[in-house]
């Protein structure tokens, strides 16, 4: 079956009595370069295990199916699952999950599903919910790559050159390495969403970018220090860290050389690792 096909899809789902749901923002792909190059994006191989949130009808597990050693597809939606056997019946490498991956412990589903193998993410993941998943995928220390379809907002937003940082941008880049890959237009989906896709791609570091002491500590620093966006640094971090010192603030500010009236914006992962040590208890 050709699972990019409209007419193809329309039949499929009629057969199955289903019907879109706009709160689980569910958009198939119709073009079937799309998926292909997705899967390819990916780089998965039969030494790898992937997992995949929202398989939808399953594009785009086919093409994984087709290259890694093992899929494992999690669907929130109950009523596409009778679907899923039908389109995933010829892929014995293929397992679908009935469940919501906010709710899952990846950690354990991975030692579970993927003995062997090295685990990655690959998936068309729905707009509303980019970054809770993201921010979980991110810290699932054994997954070793993500490779998602987001809005294009958002990819542009998480990879290097964006002038929109946040606190989630550092803390990706302080774990990952991130690339924007490519465009997916909005009439490669059915139905058509109001906005441009794209695909990116995040590989784990080795190692984290910058050396901090404690972890913990430099990122509740980073996160502070976008707390109140709208204000300086130092101000930001007052609210962020009530029991320090506004002025130990600053004198820690201006002692990593950085201007006293900086917003947290302009800091890099360096600055943020040097004022978590400066401001360290």
């Not at 050693?69 to 389109?87: A, H, M, Y």
């Not at 998480?158 to 774990?175: A, H, K, N």
Request: charged content about 20%; aromatic content about 6%; glycine content about 6%.
């Amino acid at each position: 079956m050709n699972l990019c096909d409209l007419p193809s899809i329309q039949a499929l789902l009629e057969r199955h009595g289903f019907h879109f749901s706009r709160s689980m923002g569910q958009n198939f792909l119709i073009d079937a370069s799309v998926p292909r190059a997705i899967a390819e994006g990916s780089r998965a191989d039969e030494s790898c295990g992937v997992l995949e949130i929202g398989p939808g009808i399953g594009p785009l597990t086919a093409e994984l199916a087709k290259r890694a050693g093992k899929v494992v597809s999690v669907e929130l939606d109950k009523t596409l699952l009778p679907v899923l056997e039908e389109t995933m019946a010829e892929f014995p490498n293929v397992e679908i999950l009935s469940g919501d991956v906010m709710k899952l412990d990846l950690e354990a589903l991975i030692a579970e599903k993927f003995q062997g193998l090295t685990p990655i993410v690959c998936a068309n993941l729905p707009y509303n919910i980019t970054t809770p998943v993201m921010t979980k995928l991110v810290n699932t220390p054994s997954l070793r790559s993500i490779t998602v379809l987001v809005q294009k907002e958002a990819a542009a937003r998480l990879t290097p050159g964006s002038r929109d940082v946040g606190p989630f941008f550092w803390e990706l880049q302080y774990r990952m390495e991130t690339a924007y890959l490519f465009d997916v237009p909005a009439e490669c989906f059915f139905p058509q969403p109001k906005v441009t896709s794209a695909v990116m791609r995040c590989v784990r570091r080795a190692s984290p970018a910058v050396a901090v002491e404690d972890e913990a500590f430099f990122l509740k620093v980073l996160r502070g220090a976008f707390l109140l966006r709208r204000k300086t640094l130092v101000n930001s971090l007052s609210a962020a860290f009530p029991k320090l010192d506004k002025a130990a603030i600053q004198a820690a500010i201006e002692g990593c050389g950085l201007p006293p009236t900086v917003r947290g914006e302009a800091l890099t992962l360096a600055d943020f690792a040097a004022l978590a040590a400066a401001l360290h208890p």
